[in-house]
């Protein structure tokens, strides 16, 4: 019987696991489940004889690739797979997959609940501001910044977006305005929000040069990776600028000056959250699973990215 091994650090919803179970059950496929796991060495273990495997922000580094001698499919149940070393997989005829678009709507709930949360000021009972008539910035139209386009125009923001893989016409279809430079989307927008992939082009590309230009009361949000954002510039920006304040799901490195120094003008969550609803974990649980059993069946490869 082949083996299917979920292995999540940060577990999917039990109602996610328990539709996976099922799905790969029916396909005659047996279901490992490894969640919380602490050490590596217990993901090594649990890798060492399964076909295949569906994971979160686990990453599935050459070692990891290298212990799972019998893996012939890996699926990142998410959109950004910059936690798979692409390459070892390749050299490991492992085919690797992620799950586009099956997460978006809860990342896109989380940026803007995330920008409600800041300007009421952490709901603390002071005077805060409103995001209606605001300017709203989207750095890449994909999945997310779609559903964040969707969601903010029902808050009646003014939604501008730049994204040089994407048409302007299929941008302004949904009625926002496409900018055509990053240099153009910061500096009209008050709010900005980040849906970057993580990878060489883009790590430390938003930096003080982007956000030295965004106007007065500027919040740069950011659900995509800490690590596309220059902390050593962020950390200027907000030591020259009072007004400026840092929404991010997982808390930068620096995370400790922003406590010291940056009360109330930031909010971190303590664990990456954008995907962590029942929704999401089973809408991209299923299709990891579906995937799987689609590519050793029928050698259906959609959505491999390597
Ligand atoms: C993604 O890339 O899909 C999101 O960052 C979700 O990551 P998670 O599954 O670790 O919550």
Do not use: W
Not at 221 to 232: G, I, L, S
């Amino acid at each position: 019987m082949k083996k299917v091994l979920i292995a999540t650090e940060k577990p999917f919803a039990k109602a996610a696991v328990y539709s996976i179970k099922e799905i790969a059950n029916k396909a005659g496929y047996e279901l490992v489940l490894l969640e919380k796991y602490t050490e590596k060495s217990q993901l090594l273990e649990a890798v060492a004889d399964v076909d295949a495997m569906i994971i979160r922000s686990d990453k599935a580094t050459k070692e990891v690739l290298d212990a799972a001698k019998n893996l012939k499919v890996i699926v990142r149940a998410g959109a950004g797979y910059d936690n798979i070393d692409l390459e070892a997989a390749t050299a490991n005829n492992i085919v690797a997959m992620n799950t586009p678009g099956q997460n978006s709507n809860a990342v896109a709930e989380l940026a803007i609940g995330m920008m409600i949360f800041l300007a009421r000021n952490s709901f603390n009972g002071t005077s805060g501001t409103e995001l209606r008539g605001k300017t709203l910035g989207i750095h890449a139209y994909g999945n997310v910044g779609k559903y964040v386009a969707e969601i903010a125009k029902g808050f009646q923001m003014k939604i501008y977006a730049f994204d040089p893989f994407i048409e302007d016409s299929v941008i302004e279809a949904d009625g926002v305005t496409p900018v055509k430079s990053a240099e153009e989307l910061y500096k009209k927008c008050q709010y900005v929000s980040l849906h970057i992939p993580a990878n060489d082009k883009t790590k430390n590309s938003i930096n003080k040069d982007l956000l030295g230009i965004m106007p007065e009361n500027a919040v740069l949000v950011n659900t995509a990776r800490k690590e596309v954002v220059h902390e050593d510039d962020l950390l200027e920006i907000m030591e020259t600028r009072p007004d400026f304040k840092y929404i991010s799901d997982i808390a930068p490195v620096c995370a400790d000056t922003f406590a010291e120094k940056y009360e109330g003008r930031y909010f971190f969550t303590p664990k990456k959250m954008g995907a962590q609803t029942a929704e999401a974990n089973i809408n991209a649980g299923i299709a990891g699973i579906t995937q799987i059993i689609n590519y050793l069946e029928k050698g259906d490869e959609t959505f491999k990215v390597n």
